[in-house]
């Protein structure tokens, strides 16, 4: 088996860049429903911006948008030597009424710069959605959102991984 | 399902591993990649237990080099002055550690001329005192974790 694998002090250098380029007025964070894709679905194809348009593959998904709202992410890291964690909105609650009716399976954090030539065009990540306890990547009270009631993100921690396999 | 980062954003994340005082730059003296037999430790483990706890598994290494990053692509640039190694012991070689700043290495796995590993050498089995050579150190990292 093939494997990359960075210690957590290399890693803090990793990890910071997730300010570069998902901490911007220009992100967003997406409640989808439906069937999440793919790794590869994920990667190829149209740009992420188009993929979760009004006309894309994604675009019927779309139950609530989480548009970004100053800083995404909170500075630094947190909890010592655990480094490479980083935490969103935690100074950036949002209230958003949801734009569609459905139970919500996956998120997506994206960077909605337009500009094909932008590095920032393809910088994504995803994960499922579960309620309390499904040991899903993004917990809800109730994944079922019903369009116009109102929601908001309270906080979100990420810590990439050390390891990659291939 | 963990989460998945785009390519794009997991090289864009990994670039700065690539910079002054991080974990390789474009040229420094100090630059190293020392290839080790037997089980990997963590590169965790590995940072914290220093380079003479795994002394025994040891098998040789090379520095003086510069490792050039484009599109989410690392690789050795330009490529070490001396490749051929001499082994210190008798074995299979498993993986490799690399870094510029001491206290920072990262870890891959060895594997010959064709593999997909991210340090290539002409032969992972080596004799102690026979010489094996360096073919490269790549790393283009996927989004999938």
């Given at each position: 088996m093939s494997f990359f694998e960075s210690s957590p002090y290399a890693h803090a250098s990793v990890s910071s860049s997730l300010n570069s380029y998902?901490?911007?007025?220009n992100t967003v964070i997406l409640i989808m429903s439906g069937t999440p894709p793919t790794h590869s679905e994920f990667n190829s194809g149209d740009y992420i911006s188009s993929k979760y348009a009004?006309?894309?593959?994604?675009?019927?998904?779309?139950l609530v948008r989480f548009n970004g709202n100053g800083s995404v992410w909170s500075s630094g890291d947190i909890g010592g030597f655990v480094e490479g964690r980083h935490s969103a909105y935690t100074n950036n609650i949002i209230l958003t009424e949801a734009e569609g009716t459905g139970v919500a399976t996956w998120f997506l954090i994206c960077n909605?710069?337009?500009?094909?030539?932008?590095?920032?065009?393809r910088c994504a990540m995803m994960g499922e959605v579960g309620e309390y306890g499904d040991g899903k990547e993004l917990e809800m009270v109730d994944t079922n959102i019903i369009t116009g009631n109102k929601y908001q993100f309270g906080s979100l921690t990420i810590q990439p991984p050390y390891r990659f396999e291939w | 399902m963990a989460i998945f980062f785009s390519d794009q954003l997991a090289g864009e994340m990994f670039?700065?591993?690539?910079?002054?005082?991080?974990?390789?730059?474009?040229?420094?003296?100090?630059s190293v990649i020392r290839y080790y037999t037997g089980t990997p430790p963590t590169a965790h483990q590995f940072r914290v237990n220093g380079d003479s706890a795994y002394a025994s598994q040891y098998v040789g290494g090379l520095s003086n080099f510069g490792v050039s990053y484009s599109n989410g692509k690392f690789w050795v640039?330009?490529?070490?002055?001396?490749i051929a190694i001499t082994a210190q012991t008798t074995g299979v070689i498993t993986w490799a550690i690399s870094r510029s700043h001491q206290s920072r290495p990262v870890m891959g796995s060895v594997g010959g001329p064709y593999s997909t590993d991210m340090f290539k050498v002409n032969d992972v089995n080596v004799v102690a005192g026979e010489k094996f050579y360096y073919l490269g150190m790549e790393l283009q990292l996927k989004g999938l974790v």
């Open positions: 998902l901490d911007h007025t009004s006309d894309g593959t994604w675009g019927s998904q779309i909605t710069q337009s500009n094909p030539s932008s590095t920032y065009y | 670039k700065t591993m690539r910079g002054s005082n991080v974990v390789w730059n474009e040229y420094n003296s100090q640039n330009p490529p070490p002055s001396n």
